[in-house]
């Protein structure tokens, strides 16, 4: 029998601007705009601000861990080709794309603060609280997209993730899913080369992320997550395929996390400095400011003066995250259950006093002190 060639597929790969800030020309037609391009720089220089406090913040005690999201802020770009009504359903270094799609800064400090209120989104942002279980968001995404388009809206839904996060069962199900159902989803690997201390070739065999969605029948590109041009297109493009055929797309964004995974982490215990040094030759904000630079639309002077507003502007937020009024001790009772059970409303009716938990009525169930005994 003379064999056939089932199938084949090949990946494309895209770089726009390139890490000495030079722009081709052909690839970036019909792209960014230079008031784009200089919203998007001020947005990533703002949040490496913010990184920076936010570490501070956990070193002195004031927040209890933080993933920084230093050397992945290009990915904001995918904010500028989004619709105001897309859905934005991140996992937690996205912080410059939900800060262009609404979401106020207080909220991320919030939620690594341990603020429930931090996951709150107002009414009108069309972002998702940030994922930590890995993986579990891709799924929502999925279904998100999949409301939309039994409503009809022209709503398209924007999902991100590491490369750790592919070997997860629930990106594979949140592929097939959206895939099979045509739903208007746009799948976002952020390939930053490390999922804790695993480096990318011992997560995968395979030579690309991207090349995942080709078994779900999606489409597929790999570019150079640190150009917010390439970012931008791909984002872009990958929407309109989405709302027009209803084929998702899958794109690896090859990109680096310059700092550690977490406060919680030391990434000089497992990875060679060699690399963080190359790697910091491609910072996105290296090279978006060589771009802008040599069009006259940016200099040291508006650096300066940018820097100093930035230091402020964060000096604000942390003030307004940290100053929010206590939560009441009621609310665990109050928007836990429909209906409180009665042993609940015990506990809470009694909570501040020193028969927690138990009926007053009962006074054989108190100590002689008066102190509650345990039952
Ligand atoms: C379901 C689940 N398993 C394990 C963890 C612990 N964990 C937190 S981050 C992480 C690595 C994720 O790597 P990647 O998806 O590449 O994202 P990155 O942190 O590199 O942005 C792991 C294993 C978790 N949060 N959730
Ligand atoms: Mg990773």
Redesign the pocket.
Known sequence: MPTKVAYQAKINYIQILNEQGKLDEKLSRGGLKDNDVIRLYEMMSLCRHYDEIAFKLQRSGRMGTY?QNKG?EAIGAVALAAQPDDWLVP???ENTALFLHGLPMEHILLHWMGDERGNQIPDGVNVTPIS?????HMLHAAGIAWAQKLQGNDTAVFTF??????S?G?FHEAMNFATVLKVPAVFIC???????S?PGSK?SAAETFAQKGLAYGAHTIQIDGNDIFAVYKAAKDARAKALKDGKPTLIETLTY?LGD??TADDARRYRDNAEVEEWLDRDPLIRTRKYLESKGLWDDAKQEAFDEDAKAKVSQIVKNAEGIAKPTTNDIFDYTYETLPEDLKRQRDTMKTHSLGINPQQETLRSPTGAASRV
């Open positions: 993933p992945q996992c937690y270094r930590i279980p890995i993986g579990t993730f590491g490369d750790g996060a592919t997860e629930d952020q390939n930053n080369k490390w999922a804790i695993t997560q996390r995974h977490t």
